[in-house]
């Protein structure tokens, strides 16, 4: 079982930096200039789950990690840079794909069952489903 299939659950809290994602998908906090770039993602909500989706085209499972916090996602990796072959004679003339690392941080209400939450990676779409809480 590779490390996609499992979510690495961490009871603890990650603070002010996430996005308010899940309460109104509209307001993103300000950026900060950080070394990361941040994945587009859409945040859906059903009757019985939240789903989170993010594009992350060209990695392998091994290059992204999920973390479920009591709070909060986070969705980090690396993309890497397919750097031409040693000795070509390359000239850039547009770059617009992001590489390097990439951070998705967002906040999670209170009513998710963290025990039930699955990801998939399929076609360079990243989704992950986090059921609500019977009790909500």
């Known amino acids: 079982m590779g490390r996609l299939r499992q979510i690495r659950v ?3 809290r990650f ?9 109104d998908p509209w307001l993103r906090l300000p950026s900060v200039a950080r070394p990361e770039w941040r994945p587009p993602c859409d945040v859906l909500e059903t009757g019985s789950e939240w789903i989170v ?8 499972e091994d290059e992204f990690e999920v973390l479920l916090y009591e709070d909060g996602l986070v969705l980090e ?3 890497p840079w397919g ?3 040693a000795g070509a004679d390359v000239r850039v003339h547009a770059a617009e794909i992001r590489h ?14 963290r ?10 779409m990243l989704v992950v489903r986090l059921p609500k809480a019977r009790h909500a």
């Open 10 to 12: 961490r009871y603890t």
């Open 15 to 23: 603070g002010e930096a996430a996005t308010e994602a899940l309460a």
């Open 53 to 60: 989706k993010a594009e992350v085209a060209g990695l392998g």
């Open 77 to 79: 990796g690396r993309r």
């Open 83 to 85: 750097a031409p072959a």
């Open 100 to 113: 390097g690392p990439f951070q998705l941080a967002l906040r999670l209400p209170d009513t998710i069952d």
């Open 115 to 124: 025990d039930g939450a699955s990801v998939s990676y399929e076609r360079g």
